[in-house]
């Protein structure tokens, strides 16, 4: 004990150190009681939380990362069969639109030939007429002349 008092005496330290401790401890546990113990289990609450929810948002990330790729393959498979669905009424259509356009194109040339047969008739009568006025304007001509 007499070591001890020798060293309090070299760093100038006096009996007082144990009032002043006392008066620490006094202090101390209070604080400790009401200031860092419901800090200190705060703040592992904020830890447990912030880990879980870092362990959540991963799992979350994850997932829905996971149902991305689920709708683009879907959608890739949706877009297929809306492609073959409407290359099928597609084809579909371009038959049916060719045999109504042949069916057109082959009246339209009924129709064209004999419009250039009646026409043809027409003519060669017109023809005839002509050719048999052209006669008989002749002996009228003729007559006329003659007279």
């Known amino acids: 004990m007499d070591s001890i008092l020798n060293l309090l005496k070299t760093l100038e330290l006096d009996s007082t150190i144990f009032i002043q401790f006392g008066i620490f401890l006094l202090a101390y546990l ?8 419901p800090y200190f289990e705060a703040y592992k ?19 829905a990362n996971e149902l991305k ?11 297929a069969e809306y492609k073959t669905i409407y290359d099928t009424g597609r ?8 045999g109504i356009l042949s ?7 009924t129709e064209m030939d004999s419009a250039r047969e009646n026409i043809a008739q027409q ?3 017109a023809k005839k007429q002509i050719q048999s006025d052209v006669a008989d304007m002749g ?7 003659m007279q």
């Not at 604080?31 to 860092?36: A, C, E, G, H, Y």
């Not at 084809?91 to 060719?98: D, G, V």
């Not at 069916?103 to 040339?109: C, E, F, I, V």
């Open 30 to 37: 209070p604080i400790k009681l009401l200031v860092f113990k």
């Open 45 to 63: 609450e904020r830890l447990r939380r912030t880990e879980g929810n870092q362990q959540d948002s991963e799992s979350f990330l994850k997932e």
């Open 69 to 79: 790729e689920k709708l683009e393959v879907r959608t890739r498979e949706v877009n």
């Open 91 to 98: 084809n579909a259509a371009l038959k049916e639109q060719e």
């Open 103 to 109: 069916t057109a194109r082959s009246k339209a040339k």
């Open 123 to 125: 003519f060669e009568s």
């Open 139 to 145: 002996e009228i001509i003729v007559g006329k002349m």
